[in-house]
């Protein structure tokens, strides 16, 4: 099966700062790669998502890059603020026909803390 | 439209005890799924359903049991429950969308203590 690796565990940064996050998968059908956004104590929820045709996709402060080759995709966060600090997971998807098809494999997940 | 809705909220259990997790989502989606959260071990699959009347194995199934009652509703049993499933567990549905994705919608938790 998939198996989605994740860097770093935790990250630290001042305000104002770039947070960059990284995700290796190892199955190379994978073709959806989401991020979740957990705050403390809430629920994950979807951030941003991109699918193996787009090499990047951008939504205001947030970006992901995928590189399909090296099988390697990236959260980018810019000008990070204290309500950024929360635990981020990437996951990796094959998504197509079948049931066993559309499951996500989740990275075990950065904790970011963004010091004012 | 609540989402999806998992009760209880918390629980404390003995060895040995039994419970069943509820899970019920208004979003007509076709898939559903339960994970469990720990520290640092991220959110591994117990089981999932990927439409009303099947249900597949995920990471850590061992010790859990589910049932797809109809569409809207997925449960998770623990027969007897150990202290190794001291958790948080989250119940999540999805459905494909039309650009291919698979966007999960997940449950506000239960945490459960066994002790």
């Known amino acids: 099966g998939e198996n989605v690796e994740q860097h770093p565990s935790t990250l630290s940064v001042q305000e104002g700062d770039s947070a960059v996050i990284k995700c290796t998968y190892s199955?190379?059908?994978?073709?959806?790669f989401p991020w979740y956004k957990q705050e403390l104590g809430k629920r994950p929820q979807l951030i941003i998502d991109?699918?193996?045709?787009?090499g990047e996709k951008k939504d205001q402060r947030i970006a992901v890059t995928l590189n399909k080759t090296a099988k390697h995709f990236s959260l980018h966060i810019t000008e990070t603020q204290p309500e950024d600090s929360a635990v981020y997971f990437c996951?990796?998807?094959?998504f197509g026909r079948g049931s066993t098809l559309g499951r996500l494999y989740f990275g075990r997940g950065t904790q970011l803390t963004v010091w004012p | 439209n609540a989402g999806v809705t998992q009760t209880p909220k918390f629980q404390v259990l003995k060895t040995g005890q039994s419970m069943t997790l509820q899970c019920a989502q208004d979003?007509?989606?076709?898939?559903m799924y339960w994970y469990r959260q720990d520290p640092g071990m991220g959110l591994r699959l117990i089981y999932y359903s990927a439409s009303e009347g099947t249900t597949d194995k995920g990471e850590v199934p061992n010790g859990y049991n589910v049932s797809r009652l109809n569409k809207r509703e997925f449960s998770l049993r623990l027969e007897s429950a150990a202290p190794s499933q001291t958790s948080v567990y989250f119940c999540?549905?999805?459905?494909?969308?039309?650009?291919?994705?698979?966007?999960?919608?997940f449950g506000a938790g239960t945490r459960l203590s066994v002790l």
């Open positions: 991109i699918r193996s045709n787009v």
């Open positions: 999540a549905s999805s459905e494909r969308t039309r650009l291919a994705k698979n966007i999960q919608y």
């Open positions: 199955d190379s059908a994978s073709n959806y």
């Open positions: 996951a990796a998807s094959r």
């Open positions: 979003m007509n989606h076709n898939s």
